[in-house]
């Protein structure tokens, strides 16, 4: 089937999301769609999978108009989208998020469900227990499920939204070669991605998105530096690495163990020393996020010691407030949720955060302090605004503003997760002012470039399991990808070993 | 006690329990849509004066059950609207409509205060009704009592089998999943919390007619059975049968506070009516603790033997409540 | 459409105007007179002197409970218990005069003493409902409920049991103090008391104070709105919401103090007389701000007032207050929720 765009616009407020976009894609293809963070490709992909209408523009399937009203008109006329985040039902048996949505009649045919899931994961190599609850299953197996869906539904065209992030190497290689079969099977599969190394390894066309705008299109074989330029329409300055001498330690773990009804860390032992950064890789759920919360008491450690500062002081049983008195500070991914209280106003937030002196609120005071931290973290919105009306990368630089001056440890969640290339760069420039000032820095992303960037050393999570401290040089985007599948721990060991 | 009475007692504790089912089947039909319908109490005062006078001024039961459903459905409708339309605090719409709901019964029941009226007569089911024990314990009640045990079955069946059903739990779990499933969610939560609140709404009338035949007003003794419904429903953890569960094992012991009375002669007959609320706080904390911090940090410190089972434990009796109840969903974003 | 002073002026008289009109029906449809009615629950409140100073010795409990609930609305709470925590303290207050109304203390001192168990009792069952919620993880609503209950059963088996009228016990409550320990009021015909009428009016300014220019409140504040978020910045969550039941607490035991010691001189079966949950009412009325809240409160308690005579004179139900409160309460809900919706449909016109 030929699919074409056709002048697609749509604005939100004051933002022109998509531009008048065209865009040709012939059948049996893989078309891959790049662009930062906030290039409108999400805007585009959602008018084509009928959750938006377009202020303009029309799609085409084999020169014949069509109309999409609604996702579930999407499916109908063939399109199935899977999203970044997969929308599915939890607490459900994988079988009944299956076959949740295929018309028919009061009862479901369970077993000729049964039948064709299975089938078609055979056919894909996909190994999914039907009665496992959808909760059991990792971000990659949920993505394997939600494609079977809607292949099960009769989709010709498929859209997939940043499917890469929080996967393992292993599965993602599963999921590019289903897609090629998919694509020799004359589908058409809309690959939508900020990250050039898949594109590049998976589709035969791509096209690139910068603000808005279609700024340019081409085929396989591509010109890795012409399609850069594209995406950030310039030279893209990364700063320069910067290794820091070891300093004191900070935090120092020996034999530790962390707990939780689906899953048992143990057996870590880990040394932090003051100015150095640790990035923490792992698929979604393999115990990377338990332990980073540990290190801040936001969780109880299992066992094992869990100390700070050179002189090894113990910290087990001490809550997060203790730890924040010992320096250590711990930034949330859920900023709006878990960082940042919506309703409060960014000077409220500073006026809570200073440690104030007396009982009565000094407004003056707090006014002033907002003033100067707004302007030197460069935060648009002012005293007053309320942070939920602030843009993400706003939000992520309030957070960084509110920490203590102060800190020997800051403990952060994908520091720059749905953040526009300028926020992250300035993001991670602030973060690394702190270092250079002493603080270490112990973070987790699942953006394997994002650690490899950034971090001095890398710990590795697999399924609770963690690597000894790799040095960051000795590793590379496969290499990395593997370890968090699970593969070369042996060789990790021998290493560690010798 | 004699064994007949025994028979005889527990007999009343199911057909007392048939109200309470309708509220707590309804209540949690609404919630795994994604609504809180917290006008329960209020609710069920007005449908059970709302019944009864329809019943009173029409001579007909039918017509004053019907009348309840409509109660029910109406009171559920402005809850629907305040919160899936207006996206207000189901809290605090809930407990608004519980108080005026409330203080509406008993200025519009007034009139028909103390007044006799008609109500439902027992239905033996022939035969079955004969077999000693099992007949009287299940096969001598009134129809309502009947239609209570359908319920339980039917809303597990509707909610685990069909394909409706299916899609119901996944309204208020994942309403977003559920909408590229096709689901008109806001419709289908308007569809769900007015129909959970008719058939909690029949719970006034099962009283009015039924088992506390009658209106008496403030003297009712029906101020304070919607908190309960509410508190079974949790307790029930949104699943038919554990709900069903809690609304009998709540009669019984309610039935027990009557059947020990005259054992405790200087106990005002008021303390030991009240013993089912202390009871409901007790169950409420053994659903809910397990998801303490203190309590996950003091296991922390356990041997991990004992630790996995004490977690495991409370994991059985704790109770999950949808993922997405009480958070307003928009298509668009 | 904008978000003025004087749309919010607008929306507020449009559900002062729908609550009436849908009560009026109300009323109709029973076959009254609804002028007749309002006629005369305004003659109850404003009557005459002696019904408006009755107006005022039932604000003096109903603005100490709003003071109360805007602590733990501005926390996030739902203090249902509160009802529970007037009972506590009418019993503690009434425990403390039973104690000293025979020892040779000046009668000042045993009111005092009488008002400071009222507290105690206040706080000791909030405390129970908010440690139930902090540590049990049992919504305050359902426990504060029960708690309510079990308040209601203790203060019965009291006054049937333990302390019953010498003879037979009575639902006209315990055996009234001796007159000298009476609250001293105004006049000697009148119930209003001067000293329980400055406790409430010091309680809504230490709330107005408290919640909108301290450190406390802002921090009360930020757990209300997102209690995670709110501990990840440093605030001590759970204790700042034992803080704020506590509060709450006492300034219900102090109600309850009042109506032991001021107003019925004896402890009655149904003492809370339902001033916690009208006064959840008017702190969601007001929207949790304090300044509007000793109006408000006022004109709930001319209501209720105003009411009681509804029964004798026209056979109407006196529940019709909470009726006109419910419905006004309910507009307000909706009046908001439009207007939201309004003020959100012209941001995304933009």
């Known amino acids: 089937m030929n699919i074409e765009l056709r002048g697609i616009s749509k604005r939100f407020g004051a933002v022109l999301a998509n531009d008048a976009i065209s865009l040709a894609v012939p059948p049996a293809t893989i078309q891959g769609i790049l662009g930062e963070n906030g290039a409108g490709k999400s805007t585009l992909m959602k008018v084509f999978s009928g959750f938006i209408q377009p202020d303009s523009g029309q799609i085409l399937f084999d020169g014949e108009p069509i109309h999409i009203a609604s996702p579930a008109d999407a499916i109908r006329l063939g399109i199935g989208m899977l999203h970044q985040d997969p929308l599915d039902f939890p607490p459900f048996q994988v079988i009944d998020d299956f076959l949740l949505g295929r018309p028919g009649g009061l009862i479901p045919d369970r077993k000729r469900a049964l039948r064709e899931f299975r089938e078609l994961s055979a056919r894909f190599d996909f190994s999914l227990s039907p009665e496992a609850r959808v909760a059991s299953l990792t971000v990659g197996e949920r993505q394997q499920l939600e494609i079977l869906r809607l292949l099960w539904l009769g989709a010709k065209v498929l859209i997939l939204d940043e499917p890469t992030t929080g996967i393992s190497q292993a599965q993602k290689e599963k999921l590019f070669a289903a897609l090629r079969r998919l694509a020799a099977e004359g589908m058409t599969v809309f690959f939508v991605s900020h990250k050039l190394e898949d594109v590049r390894s998976l589709c035969g066309r791509a096209a690139v998105l910068r603000q808005g705008a279609l700024v340019g299109a081409m085929e396989a074989p591509f010109d890795d530096e012409r399609l850069v330029r594209m995406m950030f329409g310039k030279e893209v300055p990364l700063a320069e690495k910067t290794r820091p001498a070891p300093g004191k330690k900070v935090l120092t773990i020996k034999t530790g163990a962390i707990d939780s009804l689906r899953l048992r860390v143990k057996d870590v032992n880990l040394e932090v020393r003051a100015g150095e950064t640790i990035g923490i890789a792992g698929m979604e759920g393999s115990g990377q996020d338990l332990f980073l919360r540990a290190c801040g008491g936001l969780v109880e450690p299992a066992g094992g010691q869990f100390c700070l500062d050179e002189d090894e002081r113990p910290m087990n049983g001490s809550t997060y407030h203790d730890y924040m008195r010992s320096g250590v500070t711990y930034l949330p991914a859920a900023r709006l949720e878990k960082g940042l209280v919506p309703g409060l106003s960014l000077s409220e937030h500073y006026a809570l955060a200073g440690k104030p002196r007396g009982v009565f609120i000094d407004r003056a005071e707090a006014q002033a302090r907002s003033a100067d931290l707004i302007a030197s973290y460069n935060i648009k919105g002012r005293p007053d605004s309320a942070v939920e009306s602030l843009s993400g990368g706003n939000q992520q630089r309030a957070l960084l503003s509110l920490l203590p001056s102060a800190s020997s440890l800051i403990l952060v969640e994908h520091p720059t997760r749905g953040l526009d290339i300028e926020s992250t760069i300035y993001i991670w420039g602030k973060l690394k002012e702190r270092c250079a000032a002493g603080t270490a820095i112990l973070f987790i992303s699942s953006d394997l470039d994002e650690i490899l960037q950034y971090s001095d050393k890398v710990l590795v999570f697999f399924a609770g399991k963690v690597s000894p401290l790799i040095d960051t040089e000795s590793l590379n985007v496969q290499k990395l990808g593997e370890l968090i599948g699970g593969i070369g721990w042996e060789t990790l060991k021998e290493a560690a070993r010798a | 006690m004699t064994g007949d009475a025994l028979l005889f007692g527990l007999s009343g504790v199911l057909s007392a329990s048939a109200p309470l089912l309708f509220g707590v089947i309804g209540e949690t039909i609404t919630e795994k849509a994604g609504v809180s319908n917290l006008a329960m109490n209020g609710m069920i005062l007005l449908s059970a004066m709302g019944g009864f006078a329809a019943s009173l001024a029409t001579g007909s039961l039918a017509l004053g059950f019907l009348a309840g459903a409509a109660i029910g459905a109406a009171v559920a409708a402005v809850v629907a609207f305040t919160s899936i339309t207006l996206k207000q605090s189901q809290v605090a719409v809930g407990y608004v409509l519980a108080m005026l709901c409330r203080d509406l019964a008993y200025f519009l029941g007034n009139p028909i205060m103390g007044m006799n009226g008609p109500r439902l007569t027992l239905l033996p089911i022939p035969g079955l009704s004969a077999i000693p024990l099992l007949g009287t314990l299940l096969f001598r009640h009134d129809i309502v009592t009947y239609a209570s045990f359908l319920l339980i079955v039917a809303a597990w069946f509707y909610m685990e089998r069909t394909r409706p059903g299916i899609m119901l739990r996944g309204l208020g779990e994942n309403p977003r999943a559920a909408y590229i499933r096709g689901a008109n969610v806001h419709r289908q939560r308007y569809a769900y919390t007015i129909a959970g609140g008719a058939i909690a709404g029949l719970a006034g009338p099962i009283y009015s007619l039924s088992v506390k035949a009658g209106w008496k007003g403030t003297i009712s003794g029906l101020d304070g059975i919607g908190w309960i419904v509410l508190a079974i429903t949790i307790f029930g953890g949104w699943k038919p049968f554990r709900a069903a569960l809690g609304a009998y094992f709540f009669s019984l012991l309610q039935w027990l506070g009557l059947v020990l009375q005259p054992l405790m002669p200087n106990v005002p007959s008021q303390v030991l009516q009240v013993a089912p609320f202390p009871l409901m706080i007790l169950t409420l904390l053994l659903v809910n603790v397990g998801n303490a911090e203190w309590l996950e940090r003091s296991l922390a410190r356990l041997p991990e033997a004992v630790r996995r089972d004490i977690a495991r434990a409370l994991s059985a009796l704790n109770a999950t409540p949808p993922a997405a109840l009480g958070v307003p969903f928009d298509e668009d974003d | ?350």
Not at chain 3, 2 to 24: C, N
Not at chain 3, 131 to 158: D, P, Q, R, S, Y
Request: aromatic share 10%; glycine share 12%.
């Open chain 3, 1 to 350: 459409m904008r978000d003025s002073k004087s749309t919010r002026l607008v929306f507020g008289a449009g559900s002062v105007v729908l609550a009436l009109a849908l009560t009026t029906a109300i009323i109709a449809l029973t076959g009254n007179d609804p002028i007749a009615a309002y006629r005369n629950i305004a003659q109850g409140a404003a009557g005459s002197p002696n019904v408006a100073a009755n107006v005022v010795v039932s604000w003096v409990p109903l603005l100490l409970v709003v003071s109360g609930v805007l602590f733990t609305f501005t926390v996030g709470l739902w203090n249902i218990g509160i009802e529970g925590q007037i009972t506590l303290g009418a019993i503690f207050a009434t425990w403390a005069m039973r104690l000293l109304q025979d020892s040779a203390m000046a009668p000042g001192w045993v009111i005092a003493a009488s008002i400071a168990a009222g507290i105690l009792g206040g706080v000791l069952w909030a405390l129970l409902a908010g440690a139930l919620k902090t540590f049990g993880g049992v919504n305050e609503i359902f426990g504060g409920l029960g708690l309510n209950f079990v308040a209601t059963a203790l203060n019965l088996w009291l006054i049937f049991g333990p302390w019953k009228r010498p003879g037979v016990a009575s639902m006209s409550g315990t055996l009234p103090f001796a007159e000298r320990l009476w609250m001293p009021t105004v006049s000697p015909q009148s119930r209003l008391a001067p000293v329980p009428l400055g406790l409430a009016l010091a309680a809504i300014a230490i709330a107005f104070t408290l919640l909108k220019g301290t450190y406390f409140g802002l921090r009360l504040k930020a757990v209300g709105r997102n209690p995670t978020s709110a501990y990840r910045l440093g605030i001590p969550t759970w204790q700042h919401m034992m803080l704020s039941f506590a509060l709450c607490g006492a300034f219900a035991g102090v109600a309850g103090a009042v109506q032991v010691t001021s107003v019925y001189h004896r402890l009655i079966p149904s003492i809370s007389s339902g001033y916690g949950y009208t006064g959840l009412m008017v702190a969601m009325l007001v929207n949790f701000s304090p300044a509007a809240a000793a109006p408000v409160a006022l004109f709930f308690a001319a209501l209720n007032v105003g009411a009681i005579q509804l029964p004798i004179v026209l056979k109407l139900d006196s529940s019709l207050a909470g009726v006109i409160q419910g419905f006004l309460v309910l507009f307000v809900l909706v009046g908001n929720g439009i207007r939201t919706r309004l003020l959100a449909r012209r941001k995304g016109a933009l």
